[in-house]
């Protein structure tokens, strides 16, 4: 029998604090077919509001230090206004989402990041085997589009902050034993750029021999290489398709497609 | 055939406020049997922090008039914080719940107060038909608890802000139709009082006749008078007991059981 097909959507910062571009992604998706997961990240939201409340934004590449000030907010933000604006928003369009954080239905627990160089304080890590796969299948048979936040929990009372790119990722692999998985990453591009520069320059698909050609041709290089390392993870642990590429263009075939061969 | 019994329990800004009464009130409620939902107020955590950031709560008749920022704040706080951190003690003591607004699910749909003579804002107004009740029974089904904020949405995009206790009544309303319903509200006395300075005189039972008597002779006043009309209410469209206690007696027998007769 073939597994139904189902899209892991993933949607950043960049069109979390557009709220127009936010609704125009969130009709689009109301409108394309199939099953489908949404998860989001956190935006600049959080880090204006911890600024009017005189607290100070810690950021280590790229990653929140979050102490439990910190925690509290990026909760009430990721969990609360954003997580409720979009699932609000996408009943407006027909669209029966319902939001999670990880604790909800044990949906994902993690662990707090053990303390290395950097204490990043209440941040989780998660992994595939830490997404409660069967509550997913049974919110997706009964009609839902699940909605999942940057928060999880480690089951002992204690809420996480993560990223919404990892999540992304160890749902999709979670999700793979039981349905042909795509996992789609909306970001600003349009998807991977043979020219930087050029926004035209797609490259519309790339297998993993393709990959080895454009690492070592440097065309891929910088901020793409974690994206596609990442990609080709979730690929080797059964996602059968990955998609990069502008939220405004999930309805047709402007993106890059990554699959092994 | 007999129909199973679900209780819906009811707490507010007293326990919420709390941190540690709260959490001895999940630890009691996970050792309690049975189907349960739960339905949490607001508590004075979101007034604190539009004091912080300059804001100004503004309260009539003890319900917040709502105006865009402050629904943004009730939303993080109601949803977020207090939701997300109620489920995610539930877990620790091994419950399996699952936060949500009225939006998630489609799960209670209202409609914004009309302006009067007091324009209350993002108020929703909701009725026992708003509630999707069969979505509460398949997660009752999953054996996931439903935990319930006081933030619904109108179906067009809009998140409203509600009152707890109206959504308790309604949802015990709406399941009366599937099951055998208690609904059981927790505040900071140990039950209806015969005399308001002797917590030990709570009255065990109330029906519709000695209700009539109670306030006849005016035993029942002020406060507690909207209390039991609506509960009565309640009773009046299918809700089989209605509970009235303190929160830390949830396990015991030391409350005021409300019933038609």
Redesign the interface.
């Known amino acids: 029998m073939n597994k139904s097909v189902v899209t892991i959507y993933k949607i950043g910062g960049g069109i979390i604090d557009d709220a127009a571009e936010l609704s125009k992604f969130l009709e689009l998706l109301a409108s394309t077919a199939g099953l489908k997961i949404l998860v989001h990240g956190g935006g600049k939201g959080a880090s204006t509001?911890m600024r009017?409340?005189g607290l100070t934004p810690q950021l280590i590449n790229g990653r929140r230090v979050t102490d439990a000030a910190t925690l509290?907010i990026v909760?009430?933000?990721?969990?609360?206004?954003t997580?409720?604006?979009v699932?609000?928003?996408l009943?407006?369009f027909g669209v029966?989402?319902?939001?999670?954080?990880g604790?909800?239905?044990?949906v994902i627990r993690g662990v707090k990041r053990p303390v290395k160089n950097i204490d990043y304080g209440y941040v989780g890590d998660l992994e595939p085997a830490s997404v409660n796969a069967g509550?997913l299948q049974?919110l997706l048979l009964?009609g839902?589009l699940p909605v999942l936040c940057p928060?999880i929990?480690d089951?002992?009372?204690?809420?996480l902050n993560t990223n919404a790119d990892t999540i992304a990722s160890a749902v999709a692999v979670a999700l793979a034993g039981a349905y042909t998985v795509k996992l789609h990453y909306c970001f600003e591009k349009n998807g991977v750029l043979r020219d930087v520069a050029d926004e035209q320059s797609v490259i519309p698909q790339i297998d993993a021999a393709s990959y080895a050609d454009l690492k070592q041709q440097e065309i891929i290089a910088d901020g793409m290489l974690p994206k596609l390392e990442n990609a080709f993870a979730a690929l080797n642990q059964g996602v059968s398709e990955v998609i990069i590429g502008h939220a405004r263009n999930i309805g047709n075939s402007l993106h890059t497609v990554l699959c092994l061969k």
């Open positions: 509001m009017e409340l509290d909760t009430m933000f990721y969990a609360g206004k997580n409720k604006q699932v609000a928003e009943q407006r029966n989402a319902l939001g999670l954080s604790a909800d239905g044990n509550l049974q009964a839902l928060i929990h089951g002992q009372g204690q809420l």
